[in-house]
C-alpha cells in the first residue's frame, strides 16, 4: 500500500506547477525516500513545546532532576539548635535516669539483672539492683520478683526442664540500688531470716547526705514508730518514738514509757569524707525498721539524704529543699530538684558461712552516685588525698 499522498499546486508568480508529498506519521513512504528527514525533522519541531506557549500541564519530573534536588536538600547546612546548658543537659539526665527500668518488658530487666550477678553459689546469688525498681509486686511496675523465674532460666541455661527458682530473702526499698541477696531454696531463705534476726548477716549502706554529721561517728539508738501527718495532704510517715526528752531544767534528759506500736531501731554511723555542705557516710543497722536510714539520717542527724523528698519535710510533700552552695555545685535549679535521685546505696554485703569462709560481696557504685561525689568533690577512702 502507498503511504505517500502526492499534492499539486501552482506558483502564482512563475505559474509553475509544484508536486510535493506528504507522508503519513510513522511510515516512511518507498516511493519517496527524500521525504523522510522531512519527516523526521517536523516531529522533532513538534515534538519541543513552544516556550511561551501554555499547556496548562505540569512537566514530569526526571529522575535525574529528582536525584539533584536530594543532593541540594543534602548539602544544605542543618539548622543550627540552640546550646544547651550543662544544668539542662543535666535535668534530662536525671529526669531520663529516674524512669529507665519502671515500665520494661519483664525479660528486659530479666537480661539487664542477669548482667549484674555479683557472686552466686548453689544457696544464694547476690544482683546488682537498679534504682527504681521494686524487689515485691507493686502496681503498674514491673517488680525483680515477677522476673525471678525468667532469671532463674537464664543462670540455668535456659533448659527446658529445669526446676531451679530464686527467691527474695531480705529486700530493699524501691528507691534504693546496691547488693539484693536472692536465695535458690525455701530451706535457705529460712536460714538467712535466722541469721538476720540474730544480727549474723552485716549490711553496709554508703549515702550522701545534706550536712556534716556531729558527731563524725557514732550509733543512733532511736525506736522509731508510724505516724500521720495531717494537713492539706494527710498522709503517713515513719517518725522517731524516742525513750529520753530533756527535763523541765534543760540540763539533762528523763527516760519515758516507750510507745506499744514503736519498733527497736539502731543505725551505727561513720563519716567517709564531707565537702560543700555534704557528707559521704557509711551506714550499718542492726534492726530493719522500715525507712530506718531515712529516718534516722533525717530527724536524728538532721541530715537529710540527698534526694529524700519524703523525708526532707514533715508536715508537707514537697520536694527536697538544698541551699544555694549544693544547687551551685549540682549544677540544679531548685524548680528542677524533684528529678534528683535518692543517695542510698547498699553497698556490702556479708553473709555467715559454718564450714567455709565467710560471702562477703561490695557493689559498684552507680553513675549518677559517683557523678554527685564528683560534683561535690567528695573522696572515696581509697581515693582521698
Not at 5 to 19: E, F, M, N, Q, Y
Not at 34 to 61: H, I, M
Not at 111 to 138: A, C, M, W
Not at 150 to 163: A, H
Amino acid at each position: 500500500m502507498n503511504n505517500c499522498t502526492r499534492i499539486a499546486c501552482k506558483d502564482w508568480k512563475s505559474g509553475l506547477s509544484i508536486v510535493f508529498s506528504r507522508v503519513k506519521p510513522r511510515a516512511i513512504c518507498r516511493w519517496c525516500p527524500e521525504a523522510a528527514p522531512f519527516l523526521s525533522r517536523s516531529q522533532t519541531t513538534a515534538a519541543k513545546p513552544d516556550p511561551g506557549s501554555d499547556t496548562g500541564e505540569k512537566p514530569r519530573l526526571r529522575a535525574i532532576d529528582l536525584a539533584r534536588k536530594v543532593q541540594k536538600e543534602k548539602a544544605k547546612p542543618a539548622a543550627t539548635e540552640p546550646p544547651v546548658s550543662g544544668q539542662q543537659k543535666r535535668v534530662t539526665e536525671l529526669k531520663r535516669f529516674s524512669l529507665q527500668l519502671q515500665n520494661v518488658h519483664p525479660n528486659v530487666l530479666a537480661k539487664h539483672l542477669h548482667r549484674s550477678v555479683l557472686y552466686q553459689n548453689e544457696d544464694v546469688v547476690i544482683i546488682n539492683k537498679p534504682y527504681g525498681v521494686p524487689v515485691r509486686e507493686d502496681s503498674g511496675v514491673t517488680s525483680i520478683s515477677s522476673v525471678l523465674p525468667v532469671l532463674s532460666k537464664m543462670m540455668d541455661g535456659m533448659k527446658v526442664k529445669s526446676d531451679s527458682q530464686l527467691l527474695p530473702s531480705l529486700g530493699l526499698e524501691k528507691e534504693t540500688s546496691g547488693a539484693l541477696l536472692l536465695a535458690r531454696r525455701e530451706e535457705v531463705v529460712e536460714h538467712i531470716l535466722n541469721l538476720h534476726r540474730n544480727n549474723q548477716v552485716q549490711r553496709k549502706y554508703w549515702v550522701i547526705t545534706v550536712g556534716v554529721p556531729v558527731p563524725s561517728e557514732g550509733v543512733i539508738d532511736i525506736p522509731i514508730i508510724e505516724r500521720e501527718v495531717t494537713g492539706s495532704q494527710p498522709h503517713f510517715k515513719m517518725a522517731l518514738s524516742p525513750l529520753f526528752r530533756m527535763n523541765d531544767a534543760g540540763d539533762g534528759v528523763t527516760k519515758v514509757r516507750g510507745h506499744r506500736q514503736a519498733h527497736p531501731a539502731v543505725t551505727k554511723y561513720r563519716v567517709i569524707d564531707s565537702s560543700s555542705g555534704c557528707s559521704l557516710v557509711e551506714l550499718e543497722p542492726f534492726t530493719g525498721v522500715k525507712h530506718q536510714i531515712r529516718v534516722h539520717m533525717a530527724y536524728a542527724l538532721t541530715c537529710p539524704i540527698l534526694g529524700d523528698h519524703k523525708y526532707s519535710h514533715w508536715s508537707r510533700l514537697a520536694p527536697q529543699k538544698l541551699p544555694e552552695r549544693v544547687l551551685e555545685k549540682l549544677g540544679l535549679e531548685q524548680s528542677k530538684i524533684r528529678y534528683l535521685p535518692l543517695h542510698l546505696l547498699a553497698r556490702q554485703l556479708t553473709l555467715p558461712r559454718t564450714s567455709q569462709a565467710d560471702i562477703s560481696v561490695s557493689c559498684p557504685l552507680p553513675k549518677y552516685f559517683t557523678q554527685t561525689l564528683k560534683k561535690l568533690q567528695l573522696f572515696l577512702p581509697d581515693k582521698k588525698d
